[in-house]
């Protein structure tokens, strides 16, 4: 076991580390930056359905759910189409509306959780072309789909989802490119922006990983708190629910993540001097709003972890810490500000003595229901 872990304490950090490789892997070969095409076979053989949809259905559980969030998000920007993200244990169970044009995408790591191959199942009885992103081969959502496309991550064995989430992302990227640039959403210099961008990401995700002794000081310093809430706004609203997903997950610590500016209408309630809130702030993204959202924590003496642009002044000064992630157009900084908070719940469970890659209670993938 020492061995598959490759010098890393734990899976988890080995795969954390490892990100910046599986998010290369995974837009290798598919998209072609000079030629200005993404390849995607499981798109291009139904092109069409993808041109036609009139809207798509996400189903996933757990990490994937939070893929499928940041989906949404990216996916009506670039392709102007509706997009819904539902637990699949919600939908397999509640008569849902599918309609002719829809198309549903099913997310999951292992391909094998009971709940999204259910509702998949129930989708496509109802007719839907079921489009599967799965990063185990062979694994039955991955051959109950009609169509797909692999997350190239490589095997996950921790518990807490890591590679996994920012390589589903990235797939997920790439399809709304394709599709943005199939019905003509999306101009030829735009495209090709966004596609030099991403393959920029696993050089930036590696230097997001340099924030890894950061992260350590402030697990030291907070992980005693009691509570956590995690915010975000918009792209980064996905990325505040799974980092407060990780916390849970391997410290056991209770937290949160809401968006940002929902604070106001219940969990503003829970700030004192002993709630940590961790922040994304990163400077694209609605950062007026965003400041004055960290005022208001601070006049009522919450403790601030910002997650911030490389050079930001104004968080830092109001955080009691914060951590840099490199800039990044909106849209791809999920794939960075997660780096973070994946190693400050990782440091804060290794402090606390849990058992960081088998959570108790958990299990890497839920074959029952
Ligand atoms: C379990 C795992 C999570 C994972 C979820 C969905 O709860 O512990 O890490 O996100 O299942 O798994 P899937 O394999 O479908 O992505």
Known sequence: EQIEKGGYEHFMLKEIYEQP??????????????????????????????????????????????AGLVAEYIIEELVRIPVEVEYASEFRYRNPVIEKGDIVIAISQSGETADTMAAMKLAKEQGAFVFGVCNVVGSSISREAHAGAYTHAGPEIGVASTKAFTTQITVLTLLGLKIAKAKG??????????????????????????????????????????????????????????????????????????????????????????????????????????????????????KIIGIVTKGDVTVRDLADYVIEVPEIMDSMSPLLTTIPLQLLSYHIAVMLGKNVDQPRNLAKSVTVE
């Open 185 to 302: 959403k999306i101009s030829t210099s735009d495209f090709h922006m966004h596609l030099e961008e991403l393959n920029l990401v696993p050089q930036k995700v590696e230097e997001a990983l340099q924030s890894n002794e950061q992260a350590k000081k402030i697990a030291e310093v907070y992980k005693d708190a009691a509570n956590f809430l995690y915010l975000g706004r918009g792209f980064n609203f996905p990325v505040a629910l799974e980092g407060a997903l990780k916390l849970k997950e391997i410290s056991y610590i209770h937290a949160e993540g809401y968006p940002a500016a929902e604070m106001k209408h219940g969990p503003i309630a829970l700030i004192d001097e002993q709630m940590p809130v961790v922040v994304i702030a990163t400077r694209r993204g609605h950062y007026d709003k965003i400041v004055s959202n960290i005022q208001e924590i601070k006049s009522r003496k919450g």
């Open 21 to 66: 490789q599986a998010i290369r892997d995974t837009f290798r070969g598919r998209m072609r930056v000079k030629e200005g095409i993404i390849k995607m076979a499981g798109v291009d053989d139904h092109i069409d359905k993808f041109i036609n949809a009139k809207r798509l259905v996400i189903l996933a559980c757990g990490t994937s759910w939070h």
